[in-house]
């Protein structure tokens, strides 16, 4: 088992760059060559953003028409609906040409990430809530977007949106007909046209970005490390058995989300391999603390604490500490508990081992973690059941300064 924890450190470490942090580098060079579109030339996405829907919902936003517009997706859910009707021409011809899955889609991948996706329920509830969740707030741009966005001033409402997508993704039918995720996604897209639209015009967000239009094909890019390389990664590292086939099962459907988020096939990583290649490139040497990302952090895991998931607040902190190192832990100020962190580094592995068949032994804290893995996993799918169902609505304003 100390085996197991040490090398775990150890990946983990030199995945995040934390045995000695590279200087940002400001050129991307990263070569198109380990792409879906295999095309080696060198191109920039922190130079592309969304040619072909940024104008559109500018002028959508301009002419009041994004109220009508959210009223309209009320009902437009499943990816076999309709288009909604009585949307503005622009836009129904927009849909038309994105609501649907790229050519290269490979249906029988999906089918298998799904039944993947379906067995690590447990894992993937606890790694993207409280291990991408927090690291997102670890990403300068992100946290100071999120911020300084509409959604910024109501963390409680982004995070339950933020888990429609993931619940949407998540389900057994998500790229069929009766699934939500091709619908989440274009509405998504559309969000994030309003952003690169909205916050150029905030006081507050000018005054402290490095960056001119937010959301990049580049940094979305980033973000899927934070999600899909990060939580892959760490599965990995925890022994967890992971078929060749779902492997890549797991990355065509991230190919396929980051596709339907607007981002270009040469910049979307065709082996993992190539993720890791790229995010240790573009994720590691970027993450840093900022004021906005301390703030968030701190009322997203108070939102994780409102419900009893049975370990204390500082079981909880150290948690996030033990999923992203200590050295995040610090930036994002989070309070030390070294009693609960003992029980963590001992209990987290045996807990794994004997879940998944590794170990015959009970592990003494095994019914602490379940409760809390399980509670995590409440947690998310009460917001994405349809009683509560979040939808995402293109926001019409920013953070008030
Ligand atoms: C909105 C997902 C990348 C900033 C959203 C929403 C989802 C989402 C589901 C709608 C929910 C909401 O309104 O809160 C994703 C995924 C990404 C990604 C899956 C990449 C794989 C990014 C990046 C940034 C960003 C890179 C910034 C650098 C925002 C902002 C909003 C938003 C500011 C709007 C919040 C509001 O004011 O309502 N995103 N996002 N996202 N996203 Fe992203």
Do not use: C
């Not at 060079?29 to 030339?41: E, F, L, N």
């Not at 991408?132 to 339950?160: F, H, L, Q």
């Not at 079981?315 to 832990?329: P, T, V």
Request: overall charge neutral; glycine content about 8%; charged content about 15%.
């Amino acid at each position: 088992m100390q085996n197991l924890s040490r090398r775990r450190v150890l990946t983990l470490g030199a995945a995040l760059g934390l045995a000695g942090v590279a200087a940002p580098s400001t050129a991307w060079a990263w070569s198109s060559a380990g792409s879906i579109a295999a095309t080696d030339t060198v191109s920039d996405p922190w130079g592309v953003w969304d040619d072909d829907t940024d104008p559109l919902v500018a002028s959508l936003l301009e002419n009041g028409q994004i109220p009508a517009v959210n009223t309209a997706f009320d009902s437009w859910i499943e990816n076999g609906d309709a288009l909604p009707a009585g949307l503005p021409a622009p836009l129904t011809a927009w849909l038309q040409r994105h609501n649907t899955l790229p050519s290269w889609t490979d249906q029988a991948k999906l089918a298998r990430a799904a039944q993947f996706n379906k067995r690590m329920s447990m894992y993937l509830f606890l790694l993207y809530g409280l291990g991408s969740g927090i690291m997102s707030t670890v990403i300068p741009r992100e946290a100071r977007n999120v911020y300084w966005s509409e959604g910024g001033a109501d963390m409680k409402a982004r995070a339950a949106k933020t888990f429609t997508y993931g619940y949407d993704l998540n389900a057994v039918d998500a790229f069929q007909p009766t699934g939500h995720f091709v619908v989440t996604s274009n509405k998504t897209r559309l969000t994030h046209a309003a952003v690169r639209h909205l916050l150029p015009q905030s006081p507050g967000w000018r005054a402290v970005t490095d960056d001119f239009v937010p959301i990049s094909n580049g940094d979305i890019l980033i973000t899927f490390h934070s999600l899909g390389t990060f939580v892959r990664r760490e599965m990995k590292s925890w022994g967890l058995r992971i078929s060749a086939a779902e492997d890549e099962a797991f990355l065509h459907q991230w190919q396929v989300a980051l596709h339907l988020l607007g981002v270009r096939d040469d910049f979307i990583p065709a082996t993992w391999a190539a993720a890791e290649q790229q995010s240790a490139y573009a994720l590691t040497p970027l993450l840093a603390p900022t004021p906005e990302g301390i703030n968030l952090a701190d009322i997203l895991l108070g939102l994780t604490s409102q419900v009893d998931l049975g370990v204390t607040r500082g079981f909880q902190r150290e948690f996030a500490r033990y999923l992203l190192s200590d050295r995040i832990g610090d930036w994002l100020r989070l309070p030390r508990d070294y009693a609960s962190r003992a029980v963590i580094e001992v209990g987290w592995p045996a807990y794994v081992a004997f879940r998944e068949g590794l170990s015959p032994i009970i592990p003494s804290g095994f019914s602490m973690f379940d409760r809390f893995v399980r509670g995590l996993a409440m947690l998310f799918l009460n917001n994405g059941t349809s009683a509560t169902y979040t939808p995402i609505t293109i926001p019409t304003g920013n953070r008030p300064s």
